[in-house]
């Protein structure tokens, strides 16, 4: 689950991270109070969606000569402004894709002297189970720019468990980036801090991008991007209250409602598999076969007739979608079950695009009975191989 940025912040300065005051924005005619609220003399507003490169995107239909999703303004008048002249708007930016996303939350926050730009994140290292950061002198760039070019810039450390965090650590991060002076001090505060946040919080992902020095030499998160473990939800209900679902696809939160772990992507044939690692065998096989999978689709072990119907219905809702392919290896998901969810859902949502099923496992010959002597139209497969094979060339006519 990710959050906005001001949200981010707001929990940076519960911690006692350094941030800059700001004020959110959700109507437009709480733009002006919300900026006369701050000291200035500069004010940066700033788009709040849940994707990079904001300030290098642009709005669809935008005026020439038109900045992107971060502005920086010099009255509370402007800052106003161009507050209301986003909300609303599509913002298009190289993480977006062409689409876009909606403008619906505005951030307006007191402008920082900047003296560097630093980059610092904290993320879980899934090799070593650990928590690492990432930290690079080449702050307000993308990371992984940074990677590809310029690798020698960036140190990649984890933290043992077992011991913890020392002020060593901070130390350490405070010398790769060239901290001098009080500047060590507060770098080793913050590193304390935002580890104890990671842990606390049950965060995924923590990324600080662009920590800056500022013109007077000290250390300021200027922004901030947060991502939690789904799973941890129910014991950071604090957390969970922070989710805007406007910014999530709509067949994934619907999915997520089920238990069910779906993914939407941009091909053609819908998936629903029991298993992650079926359904990415799945997937590859689809793609082998010359087509382009529409979703990530697991239904899970213990799935029932209500979620499989749900998952139906999801892919289903896909336009995109020309052909679906049910790949089912009963162990402790039982095939009877998934027959009787996919003909209940047919019969609900009705059926439009090629059906292939393919069973195996426990109970498959009460779940093929049930599909053959429904009246659904199903192509019945083999195998995987086979099941691929029919499915793509049922899409491709």
């Keep these: 689950m990710n959050i906005h940025e001001y949200q981010a912040k707001k929990l ?34 700033k788009a709040q969606i849940h994707a990079g490169g904001r300030g290098k995107g642009s709005f669809k239909e935008a005026a020439a000569g038109e900045q992107g999703g971060v502005r920086l303004t010099k009255s509370v008048a402007e800052a106003a402004e161009e507050a209301q002249k986003m909300l609303g708007r599509t913002l298009v930016t190289h993480q977006t894709g062409p689409e876009g996303k909606q403008v619906n939350r505005v951030y307006i926050e007191d402008g920082a ?56 650590h901070g130390r350490r991060v405070a010398f790769a980036l060239g901290l001098e002076g009080k500047q060590i001090k507060q770098c080793v505060a913050l590193i304390d801090t935002l580890y104890k946040m990671f842990i606390e919080r049950d965060m995924e992902m923590l990324e600080i991008n662009p920590l800056i020095v500022t013109t007077d030499g000290d250390l300021k998160c200027l922004d901030a991007k947060m991502g939690f473990d789904d799973n941890a939800m129910y014991r950071q209900q604090e957390i969970l209250a922070l989710r805007d679902e406007t910014e999530e696809d709509e067949k994934e939160l619907a999915a997520s409602k089920f238990d069910l772990n779906y993914i939407a992507l941009d091909g053609e044939i819908g998936c629903m598999v029991n298993g992650a690692g079926l359904a990415m065998a799945t997937m590859d096989i689809i793609k082998l076969f010359g087509s382009e999978p529409a979703n990530f689709l697991d239904v899970g072990g213990g799935a029932t007739t209500e979620k499989v119907t749900e998952a139906f219905k999801i892919i289903t809702s896909d336009p995109n979608v020309k052909g679906i392919l049910v790949n089912i290896f009963g162990g402790i998901m039982r095939c009877d079950v998934i027959a009787e969810g996919v003909v209940t859902a047919v ?12 069973l195996e496992g426990t109970n498959v010959e009460a779940g093929k009975r049930i599909i053959t002597e429904s009246d659904v139209d199903v192509i019945a497969a083999d195998d995987l191989g086979d099941a691929a094979r029919k499915i793509v060339a049922a899409v491709k006519g």
Aim: overall charge negative; proline content about 6%; hydrophobic content about 45%.
């Design 347 to 358: 019969k609900e949502v009705g059926l439009k695009v090629p059906l292939v099923v393919r």
């Design 113 to 168: 002297g900047i003296e560097r730009e630093l980059y610092l994140a904290l993320l879980v290292d899934r090799v070593s189970s650990r928590v690492s950061f990432v930290v690079s002198t080449e702050g307000g760039m993308d990371i992984e720019a940074v990677a590809a070019e310029t690798p020698e810039k960036i140190l990649n450390f984890t933290v043992d468990p077992a011991t913890g965090l020392s002020g060593f």
């Design 12 to 45: 940076l300065k519960e911690y006692g991270a350094p941030v800059s005051d700001g004020r959110p924005v959700l109507k437009f005619e709480d733009a002006k109070t919300a900026a006369g609220e701050l000291d200035g003399p500069l004010w940066v507003v």
